[in-house]
């Protein structure tokens, strides 16, 4: 079983959709969750970035963490054809040198 | 602000040859500096991460290696490719601990290596 997993999709909404992208992990020391958006022949950029359990809103983007379930979320409002990319979520134990990445969901916005 | 350079941005190699990628990061200090590599459609593979000057870990021994000359730099490296080192390679870089836990990675644009 992986540490992280995450549906690599393809996921395909219309323009203007609420996307829900999901990763779900193993290890319950992790604490510090990421989001990243990769688009298409470029790095990872970060998007998000939470600590243990709860919501972080920025913009069009939430994130949820539910430490219970080992379950993390990203939601976007109001989806554009810009926010087609791969999204890769991320995370990491306290004092832990390395991040854990999900294979990453590979998103498309149909105007 | 934090800024990380990464080229070549395309490469093209033969079986055989070798290979250097150069990233440095600039305005911030003693950064943990990684070396990812990412298959077409797959995942992020860690291949080195370096905690400081000379400090190299590895996550894939291949024939590939890594090394730190400098506290900003941080170097790829084989003596010769084989078709299977195909791929996007990634610098990234992270705040120390002492600069906060769980300090989030910035990644650099990626080098596109094609081994023919």
């Known amino acids: 079983q992986k540490e992280v997993e995450q549906d690599p999709g393809p996921l395909s909404v219309p323009e203007g959709a609420i996307v829900s992208l999901n990763c779900t992990y193993s290890n319950s020391a992790f604490q510090y969750f990421m989001w990243y958006r990769q688009y298409s022949r470029k790095g990872p950029e970060l998007l998000m970035y939470?600590?243990?359990?709860g919501n972080k809103e920025d913009g069009r983007f939430t994130a949820q963490v539910d430490k219970s379930s080992k379950y993390i979320s990203l939601f976007i409002r109001d989806s554009q054809p810009s926010d087609s990319a791969t999204y890769l979520c991320a995370m990491s134990a306290t004092g832990a040198q390395k991040l854990v990445f999900g294979q990453g969901t590979r998103l498309t916005i149909n105007p | 602000s934090q800024t990380i350079h990464q080229w070549p941005a395309t490469l093209v190699q033969p079986v055989g040859s070798p290979l250097s990628l150069e990233c440095t990061v600039e305005g911030t200090s003693n950064p943990n500096l990684y070396w990812y590599r990412q298959a077409a459609g797959r995942g992020l593979q860690l291949l080195f991460y370096s905690v400081g000057i000379g400090q190299i870990s590895s996550e894939v021994p291949q024939n590939l290696s890594a090394s730190r000359p400098q506290d900003r730099q941080f170097i790829l490296s084989s003596k010769k490719l084989l078709l299977s080192d195909s791929g996007f390679y990634l610098c990234?870089?992270?705040?120390?601990?002492?600069?906060?836990?769980?300090?989030?990675?910035?990644f650099g644009n990626g080098t596109r290596l094609t081994v023919t």
């Open positions: 939470t600590y243990s359990s």
């Open positions: 990234a870089w992270s705040g120390t601990l002492r600069q906060g836990l769980g300090s989030p990675l910035h």
